[in-house]
């Protein structure tokens, strides 16, 4: 092996080994094959931009008082030139590192606007559409740039709502509320995402000046405990009375549907229901 890969390979282990609490990591095939799907997302993103091989999927969200379609959300799959699906998973993280995320979710609120002012006869549903953190470096720019999407397509704003992570906005409150202001002079809707993922507190309860919340679906994983029951109802209890909207993700199974109907849960999101489709069978959905 050449001398640069043994130092290129001995730094990359050496930055993984400071999370182990060992502080020992050993450089395997494993992390040589993540290294080199790293080395191929970054290097082909651009292109594969340009080709429009990134598809917009949506996963529908049901009314906990109808149990019909009510809105949803806008997610993004990768189709490689190959015919290869990578999920976002794979490569997501590594274009925030890089600051490309900008770039496709860009790309993402595009393709979202021109569905929404397709002309095809089918009924119009609310959009849900993840804000990343790196906007939030950004906020002249980003807010530039939605206006002129705005502005292009005259969506009703009454179809649009914007996910921003409960992690990000614990991070950047300052920031988070002027472009929360933004989106409320243009009556838009701004979601709390993963509500109750471990950094939310009663205190920024009171003051948070979103029109949603999204419980973090870590809540529903394991099922419904007594505990946890306890823990949702006094959420929702709170939520209801600061004149929260709720949306659960993760909803899986009846027993859970149930429970969140009965609690008043607004909207419901998760494999019981549906799974992320591309954009041909959502439109057959809603037919």
């Not at 191929?40 to 340009?50: M, N, R, W």
């Not at 149930?258 to 229901?273: K, T």
């Given at each position: 092996?050449?001398?640069?890969?043994?130092?290129?390979h001995?730094?990359?282990v050496?930055?993984?080994?400071?999370?182990?609490?060992?502080?020992?990591?050993?450089y395997?095939?494993?992390?040589?094959?993540?290294?080199?799907?790293?080395?191929?997302?970054?290097?082909?993103?651009?292109?594969?931009?340009?080709?429009?091989?990134?598809?917009?999927?949506?996963?529908?969200?049901?009314?906990?008082?109808?149990?019909?379609?009510?809105?949803?959300?806008?997610?993004?799959?990768?189709?490689?030139?190959?015919?290869?699906?990578?999920?976002?998973?794979?490569?997501?993280?590594?274009?925030?590192?890089?600051?490309?995320?900008?770039?496709?979710?860009?790309?993402?609120?595009?393709?979202?606007?021109?569905?929404?002012?397709?002309?095809?006869?089918?009924?119009?549903?609310?959009?849900?559409?993840?804000?990343?953190?790196?906007?939030?470096?950004?906020i002249?720019?980003?807010?530039?740039?939605?206006t002129?999407?705005?502005?292009?397509?005259?969506?009703?704003?009454?179809?649009?709502?914007?996910?921003i992570?409960?992690?990000?906005?614990?991070?950047?409150i300052?920031?988070?509320?002027?472009?929360?202001?933004?989106?409320?002079?243009?009556?838009?809707?701004i979601?709390?995402?993963?509500?109750?993922?471990?950094?939310?507190?009663?205190?920024?309860?009171k003051?948070?000046?979103?029109?949603?919340?999204?419980?973090?679906?870590?809540?529903?994983?394991?099922?419904?405990?007594?505990?946890?029951?306890?823990?949702?109802?006094?959420?929702?209890?709170?939520?209801?009375?600061?004149?929260?909207?709720?949306?659960?993700?993760?909803?899986?199974?009846?027993?859970?549907?149930?429970?969140?109907i009965?609690?008043?849960?607004?909207?419901?999101?998760?494999?019981?229901?549906?799974?992320p489709?591309?954009?041909?069978?959502?439109?057959?959905?809603?037919?």
């Amino acid at each position: 092996i050449p001398g640069e890969e043994i130092i290129s390979h001995s730094n990359i282990v050496r930055i993984k080994a400071k999370d182990k609490l060992c502080g020992v990591c050993e450089y395997t095939r494993e992390i040589a094959l993540a290294e080199q799907k790293r080395a191929d997302t970054i290097h082909s993103f651009k292109e594969a931009l340009g080709k429009k091989e990134f598809q917009i999927y949506f996963q529908p969200k049901i009314s906990g008082k109808t149990q019909e379609i009510a809105s949803a959300e806008v997610l993004v799959r990768w189709l490689r030139e190959d015919g290869t699906l990578w999920f976002p998973d794979s490569f997501l993280p590594i274009l925030e590192e890089t600051g490309e995320i900008e770039s496709l979710d860009y790309y993402v609120y595009n393709a979202a606007f021109q569905w929404l002012r397709r002309e095809n006869g089918l009924p119009l549903l609310p959009l849900s559409l993840n804000v990343s953190p790196v906007h939030f470096r950004k906020i002249d720019t980003f807010t530039q740039r939605i206006t002129q999407l705005l502005d292009h397509y005259q969506i009703p704003s009454k179809y649009l709502v914007f996910e921003i992570t409960e992690t990000t906005y614990i991070h950047n409150i300052d920031a988070v509320n002027q472009m929360i202001r933004f989106f409320h002079d243009r009556n838009i809707r701004i979601s709390m995402d993963d509500f109750g993922s471990g950094y939310s507190s009663l205190n920024s309860l009171k003051d948070i000046l979103f029109d949603e919340v999204k419980i973090d679906k870590h809540f529903l994983s394991a099922g419904l405990s007594e505990k946890g029951k306890i823990v949702l109802e006094e959420m929702f209890h709170l939520l209801k009375r600061t004149d929260k909207w709720i949306v659960c993700e993760g909803v899986e199974t009846k027993e859970m549907v149930d429970f969140l109907i009965a609690e008043g849960c607004d909207e419901l999101q998760g494999f019981y229901y549906y799974k992320p489709m591309e954009q041909k069978k959502f439109e057959e959905l809603i037919a």
